[in-house]
């Protein structure tokens, strides 16, 4: 189980310290929400911001690519620190050249799916990456409740990677919190990214380890 606190909802003024914080409180991946403006509605950050963070930071940075046109900042964001980039499946026929070429740079591949997409889109990539990012949220923004509809997904990917014998992440993101992050792990995630559930938290580290024990419990309890 990976709890990734996403930098979405940290303190701009201060990202290096709230990268930091995130890692001092033993969380296992620092999720990178980049935005393009086009894509989705919103404008966050790009490669300067990720290799900063890069810099004060062992941890793993989990690049989640919300951009019309991501190729063009793959190579300045592997030389960034990158250790791996999550596409999204609506960018349609460039998606399996793109899964490719994010191979090929030698980091993990993520493809992503927004809510409103049927997940039978993804079905054909399912070989090609090591992680599937359901949206739980409309992409965009930090702070939206959490989307129960997007649960049956979860199940539908967590069958087909059983059936097919495969070891990709399922990752989560947007709205979780503790109750939501439970309902996703019975439903078959393993990677829970959250904002503003948790870097509002003044503790933290406690946030993260109550997070990553309920979630545990509840795969545990699943598989017996
Ligand atoms: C939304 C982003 C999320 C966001 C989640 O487009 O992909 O990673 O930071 O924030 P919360 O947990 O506040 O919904
Ligand atoms: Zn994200």
């Not at 990012?133 to 989307?147: A, E, K, R």
């Not at 199940?155 to 059983?162: L, N, S």
Request: with cysteine; glycine share 8%.
């Amino acid at each position: 189980m990976i709890i990734a606190p996403s930098l979405l909802s940290a303190d701009f003024g201060k990202i290096a310290s709230e990268a930091c914080r995130i890692e001092r409180a033993e969380a296992d991946w620092i999720h990178c929400d980049v935005m393009d403006g086009t894509f989705v509605p919103n404008i966050s950050f790009g490669p300067a911001v990720v290799k900063s963070v890069n810099q004060v930071t062992k941890i793993p940075l989990d690049v989640h690519l919300m951009c019309c046109n991501p190729e063009i900042l793959f190579e300045a964001f592997v030389n960034a620190g990158a250790d791996i980039m999550t596409i999204h499946v609506e960018l349609g026929s460039k998606v399996e050249t793109l899964l490719w070429k994010i191979r090929s740079l030698g980091i993990k591949v993520g493809l992503a799916i927004s809510p409103p997409t049927s997940i039978d889109t993804v079905k054909p990539y399912l070989k090609s990456i090591d992680l599937l990012l359901v949206m739980t949220v409309n992409p965009g923004f930090g702070g939206q409740p959490f989307i129960h509809e997007c649960l049956p997904k979860i199940q539908q990917v967590a069958a087909w990677r059983k059936k097919l014998g495969r070891k990709f992440h399922i990752e989560v993101d947007g709205g979780i919190n503790d109750e939501t992050a439970l309902e996703c792990a019975s439903a078959g995630a393993d990677v829970f990214v959250s904002g503003s559930a948790l870097l509002g938290q003044g503790r933290l580290k406690t946030a993260v380890a109550r997070m990553r024990r309920i979630v545990q419990h509840t795969a545990i309890s699943a598989s017996h």
